[in-house]
């Protein structure tokens, strides 16, 4: 019996597939990476035969096996500036969209989710005070939520290796943490400036105060939900938004897949979606 | 400095003013503001039997975010009441709501297995191509049998066209006598022999 293979139709039709379930899509240059896992699956999960096991996957009452592969096909990392083009895009677009519509000088509020181990709060933190002209005119509170709390522990420490900083310029590098013997200390100045909170956020009973935000980051963690949690996030999230209000997803996450309640907005650093300001018909 | 803590964080707001019972929930659904209604159609997930109020005000709700929170909450429940009122919306002429309603059930595969062969033979040809349409990613092991009786069955072109396209892409070698008799059944009509004969095609080389 010749050994299991991944034709040229059959990874086009899984890379379909696999785009609508998650929103990821790979490019031909990953076949061997796609391959590679499907491979790998196939044998795990004894079909000998692309077909099989495409239509397990498509068809498993639990999902699970579709979770698993989903697993193996992305990367779980957090590192600090991960994804800069957003931060970008919060400084020159967002935040200057925000306060062009602002009537008083109330305080703009963040919502980051999940925080994993605080690089993504701590980065958003760094980016509005080093590029965000009008931070000295207004206040911004940062909230940063995970279901996890032994990395909300973390986080709250602000302990980091070498991978973590590695992509951080060395100038801020110096300014914003101490080299101490376990790793970077981050400063207590931006320890102090992030509010980490535990969420669940498929749970209405935790979610339910999180409101009155004007951005929300919640990026690379609704390609590990299913299709109803991923539309229940997305309906919490518009209760959680001011109109008008923003939400940023990670690269390869499109809410135009989940819920229609958003509006796309273009802006030159990144494609973000909108709570619209008025009662749509 | 400009970046400051929240006054009081979020996990220690305090309990809601209003006790969130079921009854009062469902009287909430006919609130004027849309913000109460939605946020009434996403607790009403913790009540069963709330579907039938639930359904009523999907009927008549203009406002989309509150529609999309009720469909969520009715895939939610997934009891009978449910998938009940989700086949009537696919049976309605706003194509938003079909669609909804589709999307919706796509998700309930215990609820809508036991209605589904109903589904396949109801007098309506759009509504049957619906339902071959929500076997388009159905999780559940019948999708094939479902598929074979209708491309067997069916009277209508339509709906084994979409059944065939479909089972080229999930049949195994059980369909390939009813693809054959696909063939029989349709032998003049162009499109069916071409897709009939692609989904043997793609089921041999397996």
């Known amino acids: 019996m010749p050994a299991p293979s991944i034709s040229e139709e059959d990874f086009h039709k899984f890379r379909e597939y696999f785009y609508r379930k998650t929103g990821i899509q790979y490019e031909v240059s990953k076949r061997y990476f796609v391959d590679k896992r499907l491979l790998e699956r196939m044998a795990a999960t004894d079909n000998a035969l692309f077909r099989s096991y495409f239509t397990m996957l498509r068809f498993q009452a639990s999902g699970e096996e579709l979770q698993v592969l989903t ?112 790793g970077y200390q981050i400063s207590d100045e931006l320890r102090g400036a992030v509010e980490f909170t535990r969420v669940n956020l498929s749970e209405p009973a935790d979610t339910r105060p999180y409101r009155n935000f004007d951005v929300v980051f919640c990026r690379n963690l609704l390609i590990y939900f299913d299709d109803l949690s991923r539309k229940t996030a997305a309906e919490t999230f518009y209760d959680a938004l001011k109109p008008g209000g923003f939400i940023c997803l990670g690269h390869s996450e499109s809410m135009s897949r989940i819920s229609s309640l958003y509006k796309v907005v273009k802006f030159p650093q990144a494609i973000v979606y909108q709570k619209p300001t008025e009662r749509q018909p | 400095m400009p970046l400051i803590k929240p006054q009081r964080s979020p996990d220690a707001a305090p309990a809601r003013e209003l006790e969130r019972d079921c009854a009062s929930l469902v009287i909430s659904l006919n609130n004027p503001s849309p913000v109460t209604r939605r946020w009434a159609a996403r607790d009403l997930a913790d009540c069963p039997g709330s579907s039938g109020a639930l359904v009523a005000r999907l009927g008549e709700e203009s406002d989309a975010s509150v529609r999309e929170v009720i469909l969520t909450t009715l895939t939610r429940l997934g ?78 072109i339509n709906v084994c066209a979409t059944a065939v396209d479909l089972l080229g892409e999930v049949g195994s070698a059980a369909a390939l006598d009813s693809l054959y008799q696909l063939k029989a059944r349709f032998a003049g009509q162009a499109y069916i022999v071409f897709a009939a004969d692609l989904a043997i095609k793609r089921i041999q080389q397996d």
Not at chain 1, 77 to 101: A, G, N, W
Not at chain 1, 131 to 144: R, T
Not at chain 1, 164 to 169: D, E, K, R, T, Y
Request: proline share 5%.
């Open chain 2, 79 to 156: 009891d009978a009441a449910a998938v009940a009122g989700l086949v009537q919306c696919m049976r309605s002429d706003d194509a938003a709501l079909r669609n909804e309603a589709i999307e919706a059930m796509k998700l309930l595969p215990d609820a809508v297995a036991p209605i589904m062969r109903d589904l396949l033979a109801d007098p309506d040809s759009d509504l049957r191509i619906f339902a071959v349409n929500i076997l388009e990613s159905l999780k559940h092991p019948d999708v094939e049998l479902w598929l074979r009786e209708v491309i067997e069955r069916d009277p209508h």
């Open chain 1, 71 to 182: 697993n193996l096909m992305t990367v779980n990392e957090t590192y600090f500036f991960r994804e800069e083009y957003q931060f970008k895009c919060l400084v020159d677009s967002i935040m200057p969209h925000l306060v062009e519509k602002k009537r008083d000088q109330t305080t703009l509020r963040i919502w980051v989710i999940p925080s994993s181990s605080g690089e993504e709060p701590y980065s958003i933190a760094i980016y509005l005070l080093e590029h965000w002209a009008d931070i000295h005119n207004y206040d911004v509170e940062i909230v940063a939520s995970d279901i996890d709390t032994t990395i909300l522990t973390q986080a709250r420490r602000g302990l980091y290796s070498d991978r973590s900083i590695g992509q951080l310029p060395l100038p801020l590098l110096q300014k914003y943490f101490r080299k101490s013997r376990d």
